[in-house]
Structure formats: C-alpha cells, structure tokens
C-alpha cells in the first residue's frame, strides 16, 4: 500500500519531456518533487505561474509565491508570473498536457467528483471544472478507498460532478488503473498488495487481464 508521497512518485513517472502540466491541490502538488532531473517540464497553475518548481526547504519559504493551493513553492528560472485571465485562457486554450488531480469518487465511465460535499461548506469550485473540460489527458491521484473502508472506485458517483467522462488514469494507495470502455483496467498493484484486495476495494467494474505486475518507481 502506498502512501501519499509514493503515490505522487508513481504518476510522476507519466510526465514527459516537454510537457506542460497543471498539479490539483492535495496528492498531485507532490508530483513536482519526483520529476527526473533529465526531462524538462514546466508546471502551471491557475492562480497565474508557468515554471513552478519543487515545495521550498523550511526556512527558505517566499509568501508571495503560493500555488492555488495557497502553499508555498518555488520558481524555476525562467518561470512567469500572469493574472487569471490570462491562466485559464491557456487552461482552457487546451495549452496544458497533462492535468493531475485530486478527487473523491470517479466512476468507471470517467466521471469525477472532487469539489463539494453536500452540507459541508466550500470556498467555491476553483479551476477544478475548467481544468476536466479542457484537458484531454487527467491522471487522478487518490485513496482507493474513504475512511470508512468504502470505495471511491464506483459504478456512478453519488457526489456533485466536476466532470463527466474525463479521467483516462488512476493511481491510488492500492493499483494503476485505466479507464477504457466504461470499466476499470487493472494495470499495476502497489507493492504487497494482491489482486483480490484490489477487486474488493473497487465497486466499479474491475476488468483484469494476465498477471498484474507491481508497481515500479
């Protein structure tokens, strides 16, 4: 079973060279962190920065540079700093490769569920809707269950959607899946976790084909 910074490890291994890519705030800002030193990606974010670079080391925090998360990062030379408008044109535009996000439920045809609870308070949806309607490759970073030991992985969310469709990839705590042809595809199973803890934990449709291999990093 992975934890969250191994998690972040594995779908870093889905970013490739030149890629522009949009990190959600929770599992995915950690991405950044694992990026192999031999490629060059820049990072976006909606709050208006091109160029993010690794969470600073404590002490060495500058409160004016903040993803739209509201944590502290850093700038790669060459980054840039823009207002919003400008942000979500390049969102929207469909300008950003990859987008990696948080959620809270997805179903097996791709829906996500990520920004509201209903009776619990929300600041607002954020970028989270823009970010699934534009972006033709989301990789989703999550636990594969809720901490009463249900499943996240579902038939149909029972959530609010943010996008419908959307998700092509899941890393969770417990396998890698994809999402094709309305079902969960088995992948990849976390290290010491066996395929049948895996089908237990998803109540989505859980297709699984030949010997699934464990993950590597």
């Not at 992975?2 to 870093?12: C, F, H, S, T, V």
């Amino acid at each position: 079973m992975l934890d969250k910074n191994q998690i972040a490890q594995r779908i870093a291994k889905e970013v490739k060279d030149g890629y522009y890519v949009n990190l959600g705030i929770g599992i995915p800002t950690l991405v950044a962190n694992f990026v192999r030193d031999d490629i060059s990606v820049e990072f976006q974010s909606e709050n208006g920065i091109l160029g993010m670079g690794p969470f600073p080391y404590e002490g060495e925090e500058d409160p004016d540079l903040i993803n739209a998360g509201k944590q502290t990062i850093t700038a790669l030379p060459g980054a840039s700093f823009f207002d919003s408008a400008m942000s979500f044109g390049m969102i929207r535009g469909q300008h950003v490769d990859l987008t990696i996000l948080g959620a809270m439920e997805v179903s097996q045809n791709g829906d996500i569920a990520n920004w509201k609870i209903p009776g619990k308070m929300v600041k607002g949806m954020g970028g989270a809707m823009d970010l699934v309607a534009s972006a033709e490759n989301i990789i989703v970073a999550m636990m594969h269950t809720n901490r009463a030991g249900e499943s996240k992985l579902l038939k149909e969310c029972t959530l609010p959607l943010t996008g419908v469709a959307c998700v092509k990839k899941i890393v969770s705590n417990l396998a890698v899946m994809e999402v094709r042809d309305g079902k969960f595809h088995l992948l990849e199973r976390a290290p010491g976790v066996s395929v049948e803890e895996i089908q237990q934990a998803t109540e989505g449709d859980l297709v699984v084909e030949g010997d699934i291999p464990e993950m590597k990093f």
